[in-house]
């Protein structure tokens, strides 16, 4: 079991990163499970810090890609270079080639830049004229999107955003954690180098063990029940929510979510999962995932919110039949 190095990991990155502790969680969530994060949150939240510092810490290649709108698809995955020197073409493999890729305002480029790094996430391979590269292991996308500024911007279509495991809301840091911010930032003297924890084998072996976390049947049942309240809301009592409901959420919801809560229970020292974990994770891995109508903008209703009513309404059974 790794949990005691898990633990030294976020207490590496921690000196370095302060009051980011959800952040760092569900980051990790992310990479022990193979699925990539969407994280949303105004600027100066340290996204772009905490990212970097935990790809040092488990010793993970890092890139950085600020998405702008004159960026291209070859920007990112790389393009064919004529040498002169042979006369022949060669391939330049763009920053996409790492294993941990922070996509910085993914929204603020256009569809082609868009499709090629969410092509790269769900197939693990690039295609570079005709010759084809495997990414290496693990391989996690960090996109980041900035909720308040939306002008000029090309917002993620659901069918791309359903593609991440979860989408995390990044709060403000409580006042003691900017207090300690504002200190150590004050210090132009400032500096803390964190050690590397992780090998990626240790990632390797962690995602073997995760996977061998045991979740109850009636577990089970709860996740489907829980995504079937976002589909037919009416069948489940929720009939204030239904009217703000236009599409629930996918059959990737019920798989990230056993995923997460596996993760969890594993983080937690346990090999069995309980409700509380599913309910901890609910929110990020079902809120991108509900698609509101207009009334529910109208009534400043977001998803975010039902999700909590789901959780509140929706009871854990533990004998049902599937029908």
């Known amino acids: 079991m790794h949990q005691e190095k898990i633990a030294e990991v976020i207490q590496e990155v921690k000196k370095v990163v302060v009051g980011q502790d959800k952040m760092v969680n569900r980051l990790l969530i992310g990479l022990f499970t193979n699925g990539h994060i969407l994280l949303e949150g105004v600027p100066g939240l ?59 305002e993914v929204n603020r480029s256009p569809a082609k830049v868009q499709s090629a790094l969410l092509e790269a996430m769900q197939e693990k391979q690039v295609t570079i004229g005709e010759t084809t ?132 229970a594993y983080m937690d020292g346990r090999d069995y999962v309980l409700p509380e974990d599913i309910k901890e994770i609910a929110e990020d891995v079902l809120n991108h995932r509900i698609l509101l109508n207009y009334e529910a903008e109208a009534d400043n209703v977001n998803t975010r919110s039902l999700v909590k009513t789901l959780l509140e309404k929706v009871p854990i059974n533990k004998s049902v039949t599937l029908k």
């Open 133 to 264: 590269f495997a990414l290496d292991r693990p391989f996690l996308v960090l996109a980041t999107q900035n909720p308040v500024d939306q002008e000029g911007t090309y917002p993620l279509p659901e069918a791309q955003v359903d593609r991440f495991m979860m989408k995390v809301h990044i709060d403000y840091p409580s006042k003691a954690d900017e207090m300690e911010v504002m200190r150590r930032m004050s210090n132009m003297q400032y500096t803390s180098e964190v050690r590397p924890i992780l090998s990626k084998q240790d990632i390797f072996d962690i995602r073997n063990q995760i996977n061998a976390v045991n979740i109850a049947e009636p577990l089970e049942h709860y996740i489907i029940e829980l995504v079937f309240a976002t589909r037919f809301p009416q069948q489940y009592g929720l009939k204030d929510e239904a009217k703000y409901i236009m599409f629930g959420v996918s059959p990737r919801a019920s798989i990230n979510l056993n995923l997460a809560a596996k993760a969890v």
């Open 46 to 104: 340290a996204k772009t810090l905490t990212v970097n510092t935990l790809a040092k810490v488990l010793h993970l290649n890092f890139n950085r890609i600020q998405f702008t709108p004159d960026l291209l698809p070859s920007d990112l995955i790389g393009t064919m270079i004529y040498n002169q020197q042979t006369a022949n073409f060669e391939v330049k493999k763009g920053p996409i080639f790492a294993n941990v890729i922070l996509a910085d």
